[in-house]
């Protein structure tokens, strides 16, 4: 079965420590995986995709498909890291958006 | 932010009455969808449409139906509401044709009770 797994529901660091937010999955064919992230009081928004290989806001994820991962990675957090994130995969052709998420991590970054 | 937007954004109503919440988009994207957002549930795809009067069902359908009768509007309807009904709902569009697929374009989301 499908399924996008992010075991922590809450990771609280202090500013200027690491973070690494977790995710596996399961899935069949090839996964194209994604993070989206909700801060507060904004609207749910993509964060980077592990086609792109870049660095969002200081973030990266890589797809390491031995262990069926695709957790996400900051060396330094900042307070305005402080967000909802999901993790999620896409399992429709490549023209649709139709996306299995993450139960979600939120991430409190501490001063 | 891309041009959605979702109607109404708050609606608090008691068990068995019918409930139609509206999303609107100015973009004139083909795909849009119908998502819940629950506590350790993370979001799930209700419906979705890749055109007018075209539709599909996602994962969590049941009690749930949709209609697209012009390419800017999804409208998404519980026949008789239920509380296992009470979410929070997003709608999202797809990027533009040629964009990457997976990057979606969420509306502010719909908080519904259901009592």
């Known amino acids: 079965a499908q399924r996008v797994t992010q075991p922590e529901k809450l990771l609280s660091v202090f500013k200027g420590a690491p973070v690494e937010l977790k995710c596996n999955y399961s899935?069949?064919?090839?996964?194209?995986l994604f993070w989206y992230v909700q801060y507060s009081r904004q609207r749910l928004q993509l964060l980077l995709r592990h086609i792109s290989r870049e660095s969002i806001k200081g973030f990266t994820a890589d797809l390491n498909k031995g262990e069926t991962s695709f957790h996400l990675k900051k060396p330094f957090a900042q307070e305005e890291d402080s967000a909802m994130y999901y993790c999620a995969l896409n399992h429709g052709s490549s023209n649709t958006g139709k996306l299995i998420f993450g139960q979600g991590t939120t991430l409190q970054v501490k001063p | 932010d891309a041009g959605i937007t979702q109607s109404p954004r708050h609606k608090v109503t008691e068990t068995g009455t019918p409930v139609t919440l509206r999303c609107h988009q100015t973009e004139n994207h083909r795909y849009m969808y119908w998502y819940r957002q629950d506590p350790g549930h993370g979001l799930r795809l209700i419906h979705y449409s890749y055109g007018v009067k075209d539709t599909d069902k996602g994962e969590v359908s049941d009690g749930y139906s949709v209609s697209r009768s012009k390419t800017e509007d999804f409208l998404l309807t519980l026949e008789s509401a239920t509380s296992s009904q009470t979410s929070v709902y997003f709608c999202?569009?797809?990027?533009?044709?040629?964009?990457?697929?997976?990057?979606?374009?969420f509306g502010e989301g719909s908080r519904l009770t259901v009592l």
């Open positions: 899935y069949s064919g090839s996964p194209e």
């Open positions: 999202a569009i797809s990027g533009p044709a040629g964009a990457l697929a997976g990057e979606l374009f």
